[in-house]
């Protein structure tokens, strides 16, 4: 299936994620409740509203208010009816985060291209075990400043990442560097509509620019092409991802914005 730009752009205005444990709500915009664990607050997006932007911004203000809680996130997007950027910068809302969208086919011949930029000493793995989502949580909480699963959470951790795995629908990926195979970067990719969503791609920092993210792009490419995917989507942040997507031969569609305002 070939997918054109108004379905790579649809695709990503229905991209939200919702953390396990959170809350949301569905009026104006969508609202979803992050728990503590991913240090708390709201995130906004996907506004379609027939009232104005004062009112939509009024409303997940009241929201975020009423989940006891004080920072609203809010994520930009260029299909927003209407557009809360103005408002929200009236409001005092600080921007504080800007991502490339980004989308490429996914065929042997963009996955070999990806892969030929991969150095040697950095490789990457289909994530299946307790340990292995152990490395991943060690990367994922200096990197996302978030707080690291117990063991309870993370045998819970590795039964929705076999379950996903299972189905088809879903691979978490950790890369590796040295000859010591230190775990050292991590993402995952979910198939949604023929489209590989790839998402939550982080390195750690001393290991940055070593090929590792690289080879955590590649290995989600073949997973999703594997299980059907055509088309890979990803949102990657203009001061790091961003370079080496456009060099792997990811098109740019758009960028969307992120705006902190204090409820």
């Given amino acids: 299936m070939t997918h054109t730009i108004d379905d790579v752009l649809r695709a990503s205005a229905a991209w939200v994620w919702f953390p396990r444990g959170s809350e949301q709500q569905r009026s104006h915009l969508q609202l979803v409740r992050y728990p503590t664990r991913f240090g708390g607050g709201v995130r906004g997006s996907q506004v379609d509203s027939d ?3 004062a009112t939509v911004v009024e409303h997940a203000i009241d929201r975020t208010r009423a989940w006891d809680e004080s920072e609203l996130r809010f994520w930009t997007n260029a299909s927003d009816r209407p557009d ?5 910068r009236k409001r005092g809302a600080e921007h504080i985060d800007t991502v490339a969208v980004f989308a490429s086919r996914i065929d042997s011949a ?3 291209s990806a892969a030929s930029d991969v150095p040697p000493e ?6 299946r075990t307790l340990e292995q ?5 060690a990367i994922n909480v200096p990197v996302w400043k978030q707080q690291p699963l117990d063991d309870e959470g993370l045998r819970i951790e590795l039964d929705e ?3 996903a795995y299972d189905a088809g629908t879903q691979v978490r990926v950790l890369a590796r560097l040295g000859a010591d195979g230190e775990a050292v970067s991590t993402g995952g990719c979910t198939i949604v509509d023929g489209f590989a969503r790839l998402w939550g791609a982080a390195t750690i920092e001393q290991a940055r620019g070593r090929g590792a993210y690289r080879a955590v792009l590649v290995e989600r490419l073949r997973q999703s092409a594997a299980r059907g995917a055509t088309t890979a989507l990803v949102k990657g942040r203009t001061a790091t991802s961003a370079p080496i997507l456009a060099r792997a031969g990811f098109t740019k569609y758009g960028e969307e914005r ?4 204090r409820a």
Wanted: with cysteine.
């Fill in 258 to 261: 992120c705006y902190l305002l």
């Fill in 133 to 137: 989502v152990r490395e991943v949580d």
């Fill in 161 to 163: 990442i076999t379950s």
């Fill in 122 to 127: 950095a490789r990457a793995e289909v994530v």
């Fill in 110 to 112: 963009t996955i070999d």
């Fill in 51 to 53: 009232a104005d932007a």
């Fill in 84 to 88: 809360l950027e103005a408002e929200l």
